[in-house]
């Protein structure tokens, strides 16, 4: 465990320092409860010496030549490479991941590294006709300064890097606030990374702390313009709210309430299969992840029996066996909530096809139906390992009951027609949405995020640039205006 207690510190400036705070935040592995460090919480006056150390640092490195930036990013996916094994075995601990999961980020991560890589010498400005004769425009891309991040307790690893990667490459600082169930893999482990690729002091530095040690601190400081963040619609809410007061970007990855839909022309076993990963990948633990599973009446026989299969000889215990598909989710807090959810369901008429029990924070696979009309659990996000098997009547039906939700994150169709798939994809009003393959996807070249309470804002690709930049026009005048006056 000396890993985690080595990484469990605050990094500031450069430095490995502990909080000034009262208390500690307690990491722990939550599937056999040991305890993993202690972590003092930073005090907002660590928030204000992280974002004056980035503030101090980024103007030096925005006018550092980009093949020196991209150099660095260079060596941080080769060191990722090398600590590969480290890297997943750190998953498993701290956030009770698979190792097919913790491989499954290390590949993201990796990947937004190489796109940043690109990213750091991406064209910087571009020339524009002017209607005055004698004038030039030129429109400047530059960073926005400083970037906060603030990142989930789901994906921390591969949602910290697919803001502090990229935000990097394009000339800024960042300041990252990982969540305090994952100090080591969000935070301090991103910090290791970078600070062994030789990138100068100042410009990563990351914040293990509380809003209730700190409040707003994090968000209201003067120095970032960009506030980067993961986790509910609920949190997303108070952070739009209050950066808008000081006039600040955000980037904001929600919650969602994603559907599987399968059409009644689909390769059912291949549906069966996608439908599987999509719901209980992590525990069910994805904002992607398929809450709801729509299956064509005419079919529901079929995939019902397959899928309810499939589910029940999903094994669930020790992340570190191999075989195991469900470990444990977050806390028990989280194990007692989803085991009281789905005991209020039943009691309000569901029918569980499969039951799944709870061991611990080991929350077995459950699989619901004949849900009552106006049942929450419809509409809301359930970051657990509950899977709401529904049917309907036709395209028109699906349609409806997909786009009958206050999400729109991710999606997916299954159909024997591809075409048939885009167009019904078309309809759904949702950020992202696949055709024959699971609602999990993440592609470093494509433009992630949501809409309705989803998100705001993408990452990803050519979004990074809108997200990590801003633009300044200026203009020159090589011949004579003429003034009015």
Known sequence: MSFFHELAHQYIDGEW???????????FNPYNGEKLAAVTVATALEVDQAYRAAERAQQEWAATNPYERRAVLERALRITGERTEQIVEAITDELGGTRLRAEYEVRGASEVLREAI????????????????????????????????????????LVGMKSVAPALALGNAVVVKPHQSAPVVGGGLIARIFED?????????????????????????????????????????HIAATAAGFFKRTILELSGNSALVVLEDADIDYAVRAAVFSRFLYQGQVSMAANRILVDRSVAAEFTERFTAEVAALKSGDPRDPETRIGPVFNAFQADALTALVDRAVADGATALVRGRT?????????????????????????????????????????????????????????????????????????MFHVNDSTVQDDPLVAFGGEKTSGVGRLNGEAVVEAFTTQKWMSIQHGRSVFPF
């Open 197 to 237: 690729a030789g990138l100068p002091a100042g410009l990563l530095n990351v914040l293990i702390t509380d809003s209730a040690e700190i409040g707003d601190a994090f968000i209201e400081h003067p120095v970032p313009r960009v506030i980067s963040f993961s986790g509910s619609d609920r949190v997303g809410r």
């Open 359 to 431: 061991r611990g924070n080991v929350v077995e696979p459950t699989v619901l139906t004949d849900l009552p009309d106006g049942s929450p659990l419809l509409t809301q996000e359930i970051l657990g390992p509950v899977a709401l098997l529904m049917t309907f009547d036709g395209e028109d039906d699906a349609v409806t009951i997909v786009n009958d939700s206050p999400y729109g994150l991710s999606g997916a169709v299954h159909t024997g027609d591809a075409e048939r798939g885009v167009r019904f994809a078309q309809r759904i009003v949702s950020g």
């Open 118 to 157: 690109r990213q750091s010498l991406r064209p910087t400005g571009r020339l524009l006709p002017a209607v005055s004769d004698g004038r030039e425009n030129r429109l400047y891309r530059l960073p926005v300064g400083v970037v906060g991040v603030i990142s989930a307790f789901n994906f921390p690893f």
């Open 17 to 27: 320092r502990t909080g000034s705070g009262s208390w500690d935040i307690i990491d």
